[in-house]
Each structure stands twice: as structure tokens, then as C-alpha cells.
């Protein structure tokens, strides 16, 4: 069990998942994943408390769940109606409930590779779960298997709940049909398919899905203060806002000022000036700022508003001088 808990937290360091000692509310089912989970954080040191949603899709069996993460792992309990839902659905009602916390799951290396086999035949992709959801949700079990979870749980003499409903989602079509038949082409086809995602070791599982989504808007955050955006066939690399306390550096800019509640980040479609109606795409334009540079431009913010674009609309308060 020690291996386990190394492994978890060597993990969640690498991520930057949870800060040291830090409180994490795990999403729990009543499962061996989940109940490992609630676990294994806490006894690594992190403040741990349980949030339980209650479809009411089982009836007794569900309400069985609730009071089993409710009496044994602490949850608190949330009631909500999954009627008529899919299991996005389900999944999105889920995590909509207590957004303002560090929320983590039980997902395992399992749940990953049936993640794989899932996207690989509805996108043609074989792209995974990130350590961190778009959402901020955190998956520090990702390193484990499933079978591991289950013996953890025997072995610290756990209890967990088994969700006769799994085999009817998609999820259990593949955990129980298709991977099976896998395995009998070959026996390590779990760990195979694992490392498809191994194979793209120098990106980010976040920008791999980002690549690999249907044509679109959106950003993720690759840690480290940078975000990849796409705005339908392009993608940039862009910083996330920096308080401009004092000085800071931007690529080859120096900017500093010594106005509080200043940041700068970089220019974001639908971007306007302070206190006017210009967009911050025409200001480029008419600074004849190539599109090829807009991305990387600093621009000094409040709130969601332009005060300052360095070298081109400057502020009385803003000193900016490009190196």
C-alpha cells in the first residue's frame, strides 16, 4: 500500500493538483475507487472531506448509497433529479454542484483506457482525461488501476458500495464486452492502449484534447501560468494574466506601474478599450500589428478592461519599454 500512496503523490505533485495539506472535497459514489480515494488523500495529509449526489435513479439502492457515503466516508449528501438524463447528463449535474471547491474523482488508469476506447471510436481520437478538468475537477487516482483501488480497500478493511447500474452504461459495455475481447488478442491491451497516451509524452493531455475537439472555441490551462487557445482552425499559446505589481517582464517587454489592481494578459477576442467602444482588434489593426503577433501583445487590464496597450495606447501610470 505504501507504493500506492507514493505513486499518488508523486503524481499529484507532478500536476500541481492539490497543494500541500490543502482541503479536497472527493466526489464519492460509495465505490472501491472513490472509497479509495477519500482514503488515500487523507492519510497522505490533505484535508478531505465527501460530497455524495443522489440521482434517485435506483430507488432504494440509490438512497442505500447516500447513507452509506453519508454514515462511513462523512459526505454531505445533495439530492438532485436525473430523470430522463444521459450519462453526460448525469456526469454535468454532478459537477455542477459545489463549483466553488477543489473537487477530485476516483478515476483510475481503468476509467482511462475505457476513456480511450470510447473517444478513439466516436472521434477517432485517442485522447484521455487530463490530471485537471476544463472544470478544475482533479483525478489524482489516475496512476492506479482499478484492481488496485479494490485491494487498497480490502486491505485497510473498507467497505465500499458496487453500482449495479454500470452495466448498462457505455462505460460497462466497454469494461465488460469490448475490452475483454481485447484482451484476448492480446493480454496487454489495457497497458497498450494506456500508452497511446504515452506516445504523445511531449504535449499535454489538455492540448491534446484541445486539438482533437470538434472545430470550435476554447481554452485550457497547461499550468505554469499558460493557456492554449483556439479559435475554430487557429490555436496560440498565450500567458495567463500576471498582477502587474511594480515591474514584470512579457516576452520582450518591460512593463511596470505602480497602480493597484493591474494585471496584464494577452489580447482575447471581443477585447475593447477602457471606457470606449474601440476594439482592441482594430487598434491592431491600424498600429498594422500582423495578426501573427496579436496573440503574444501584452495588454495591461483592470477587471476586463484594456487600460493600456504597451507601444500603442499608452496610460498616463503604465511605463512600458519593448527590450
Request: proline share 5%.
Amino acid at each position: 500500500m505504501e507504493d500506492l500512496h507514493d505513486r499518488v503523490e508523486r503524481f499529484v505533485r507532478e500536476h500541481d493538483l492539490i497543494e500541500p495539506g490543502d482541503d479536497v472535497t472527493c466526489l464519492v459514489s460509495g465505490g472501491a475507487d472513490s472509497t479509495c480515494l477519500w482514503h488515500l488523500l487523507d492519510s497522505l495529509g490533505y484535508r478531505v472531506s465527501a460530497l455524495h449526489v443522489n440521482h434517485r435513479l435506483r430507488g432504494a439502492e440509490s438512497d442505500e448509497d447516500a447513507r452509506f457515503c453519508a454514515q462511513v466516508l462523512g459526505a454531505e449528501v445533495v439530492e438532485l433529479d436525473g430523470r430522463g438524463l444521459s450519462e453526460a447528463g448525469l456526469r454535468e449535474q454532478r459537477r455542477s454542484v459545489s463549483r466553488d471547491r477543489l473537487r477530485a474523482t476516483g478515476h483510475t488508469a481503468s476509467d482511462q483506457v475505457e476513456t480511450i476506447v470510447y473517444r478513439l471510436v466516436s472521434r477517432g481520437a485517442a485522447t484521455g482525461m487530463a490530471p485537471r478538468s476544463d472544470d478544475g475537477v482533479v483525478h489524482p487516482l489516475l496512476p492506479l488501476w482499478r484492481e488496485e483501488t479494490e485491494k487498497y480497500c480490502r486491505a485497510a478493511d473498507l467497505e465500499f458500495r458496487v453500482d449495479s447500474s454500470n452495466a448498462d452504461t457505455k462505460r460497462g459495455l466497454i469494461r465488460e464486452e469490448i475490452l475483454p475481447l481485447l484482451r484476448r488478442l492480446h493480454p496487454a491491451a489495457d497497458e497498450n492502449l494506456l500508452q497511446a497516451l504515452d506516445s504523445r509524452e511531449t504535449m499535454p493531455p489538455a492540448l491534446a484534447e484541445l486539438l482533437a475537439a470538434p472545430v470550435g472555441s476554447k481554452r485550457v490551462d497547461l499550468g505554469g501560468g499558460l493557456q492554449a487557445v483556439r479559435e475554430h482552425e487557429r490555436l496560440w499559446l498565450e500567458q495567463g494574466p500576471v498582477d502587474l505589481a511594480g515591474e514584470i517582464h512579457w516576452g520582450d517587454w518591460t512593463i511596470r506601474s505602480e497602480l493597484a489592481g493591474l494585471r496584464v494578459r494577452g489580447w482575447r477576442p471581443g477585447d475593447r478599450l477602457a471606457g470606449r467602444r474601440r476594439k482592441i482588434q482594430d487598434v491592431f489593426v491600424d498600429a498594422k500589428v500582423p495578426r501573427s503577433e496579436r496573440e503574444a501583445w501584452p495588454l495591461v487590464v483592470r477587471g476586463d478592461e484594456v487600460v493600456a496597450v504597451p507601444g500603442i495606447v499608452e496610460h498616463p501610470e503604465v511605463h512600458a519599454v519593448r527590450n
